[in-house]
């Protein structure tokens, strides 16, 4: 944007309340934000503040590091219908992004990161078997293209790369394509819990809880059982002044996955904790779980 002559207004912190002071002051038209921001601005806690601020001039949002929930995609198309939520894909190892939604018809399918941008190439993989597989079918992403790395600095053994010989970089998200070409992120291949051989993706039971009108935030992690391996535990938070319980989020959850897929613990605390690009620290909440026994 700035090679093309735009102007760019920058802040030192997140506060949205200087953030809509930003766009009114300075008619900002592209918004480029980490997910956290979104859920901010879609949040019920903070209604008052976005009715009360004009938007005309604002017409795309940018989300990027960290995939956004179904659920909170919906909240913002419903509070902003006029501006595009545009999700992006890349990795430090790709140099950037590698897909984009590039369209407003394209901004309007829910969930997708978009199509590959010109020159990169990908596949998804049966990461037990290395098989490329067809669309619709869940595997890890494959990428490859002028753009990536050819390796990690002072790794002479190749013991930590992730590139191929043939140059193909293993992103490690477990990912899919649809008919059209359209990339879906569903999680993190080792996030993944692995129920009695089955494998829960965290991501698809937080795109649950969120869904939930008195549920503001949710994180799920494997919880270590002695006969399952692992269980998922949900880490929820609940909407201002609601009363919601255990046994109710646990059920709401249950009627929408498999039986393997439900949720077998449940914590209700006062936020999710994040690093700055909006990313859940999984590892953060398993060593709470754990140590705490919740």
């Known amino acids: 944007m700035v090679a093309s002559g735009e102007s760019l207004v920058s802040i030192a912190r997140f506060e949205l309340r200087l953030v809509v002071r930003s766009i009114e002051e300075f008619n900002v ?5 980490a997910p956290p921001v979104v859920v901010a601005l879609v949040d019920g806690n903070n209604e008052q503040l976005v009715n009360e601020s004009k938007w005309s001039s604002l017409e795309t949002v940018f989300s990027g590091g960290a995939p956004l929930t179904v659920a909170v995609i919906n909240k913002f198309k419903q509070r902003f219908p006029n501006v595009a939520l545009v999700q992006t894909y890349g990795l430090t190892e790709t ?33 037990n078997t290395g ?15 002028p753009s990536i ?36 992120v569903v999680d993190r291949l080792k996030e993944l819990i692995k129920y009695k051989g089955y494998q829960v993706p965290p991501v698809e039971l937080e795109q649950i809880l969120h869904s939930h009108p008195d549920i503001t ?54 936020s999710i904790p994040k690093n700055a690009p909006g990313k859940v620290l999984r590892k953060e909440l398993i060593k709470m779980a754990v140590t705490s026994r919740l």
Not at 101 to 108: I, L, Q
Not at 156 to 178: A, M, N, P, Y
């Open 95 to 127: 140099t950037g992004a590698i897909s984009r939604v590039a369209s407003p018809y394209e901004s309007t399918i829910v969930g997708t990161v978009g199509r590959l941008i010109s020159h990169c190439e990908a596949k998804i993989v049966d990461p």
């Open 29 to 33: 038209c592209y918004l480029a934000v």
């Open 131 to 145: 098989v490329s597989l067809p669309p619709m079918n869940h595997g890890e992403l494959w990428v490859r293209g």
């Open 217 to 270: 935030e949710a994180a799920v992690i494997p919880y270590p059982d002695e006969s399952a391996g692992q269980v998922p535990m949900g880490f929820v938070v609940k909407r201002r002044g609601s009363t919601i319980n255990e046994t109710q989020v646990k059920d709401y959850v249950a009627k929408q996955v498999a039986p393997y897929k439900k949720l077998r613990r449940v914590c209700f605390i006062d």
């Open 149 to 184: 790395m050819k390796g990690y600095i002072d790794d002479k053994q190749g013991i930590h790369t992730t590139v191929e010989s043939d140059g193909w970089l293993r992103t490690g998200d477990l990912c899919f394509f649809d008919n059209q070409g359209f990339l879906y």
